[in-house]
Structures are given as C-alpha cells and as structure tokens.
C-alpha cells in the first residue's frame, strides 16, 4: 500500500506564495506519473499540473507561469510551488500519484487526502 500525504497549505493574501509538498511512503518499487489536482467548493476536481518520472512537466492554463511542479525521486517526493496567488487559487489541492509495488505488480493509483489553500485578505 502507498500513502500520500500532502503539507505546506495554509491561508495566503493575494500575491503571496506557497509550496505545497506530496510525501509518497510505503512499499514503493516505482512511481511514474505524478500530479496535482485541486477541488473549489461546489466545483469539480481539475488538473493543475503533472510531471513524469523524467521531469516533463505540464500545467493548467489558469497556473501556467505562476506554480511550477518538480519532484524529488530518491525521497518519493513532490512539490508544487505557487506564486502569485489569486483568490481563484483557493481550494482543497490533492496529489496523486502512479505507482507499482513490485516490479511485476500492475500500476496502481493513489490520492492524498488534500490540503487547504485559501487565498484571501
């Protein structure tokens, strides 16, 4: 079993920045894909960014050139740091992450359990 643990939200004025962190532990052999979504009240789950196990990153348009994803792959870590932030930006934000337990398991998916960013004065 993999568990992700999301850290670093919290409440943020407009402008201000942020670094949220995707702590992966467990019986990991691999993790491939690995992304950030984020949940708004009443709205539904949107992609906000991904990066491979390479470092090919992608974004939202509505982040793009604001938060920038990377990831550490020896510690099974991933980051998302946000700039700029708007108070659209507020939201649950969840990790998720693609992950096979042995080298000859199938791939398996898993969601962190959110962390809250609010941006607001």
């Known amino acids: 079993q993999v568990q992700l643990v999301e850290s670093g939200g919290g409440l943020v004025q407009p402008g201000g920045s942020l670094r949220l962190s995707c702590a992966a532990s467990g019986k990991i052999f691999i993790i491939a894909g690995m992304n950030w979504y984020r949940q708004a009240p009443g709205k539904q789950r949107e992609l906000v960014a991904t990066?491979?196990?390479?470092?090919?990153?992608n974004y939202a348009d509505s982040v793009k050139g604001r938060f920038i994803i990377s990831r550490d792959n020896a510690e099974n870590t991933m980051y998302l740091q946000m700039n700029s932030l708007k108070p659209e930006d507020t939201a649950v934000y969840y990790c998720?992450?693609?992950?096979?337990?042995?080298?000859?398991?199938?791939?398996?998916?898993?969601w962190g359990q959110g962390t809250q960013v609010t941006v607001s004065t």
């Open positions: 990066i491979s196990s390479g470092g090919m990153t």
């Open positions: 998720y992450a693609l992950a096979r337990l042995t080298s000859g398991s199938k791939w398996y998916y898993y």
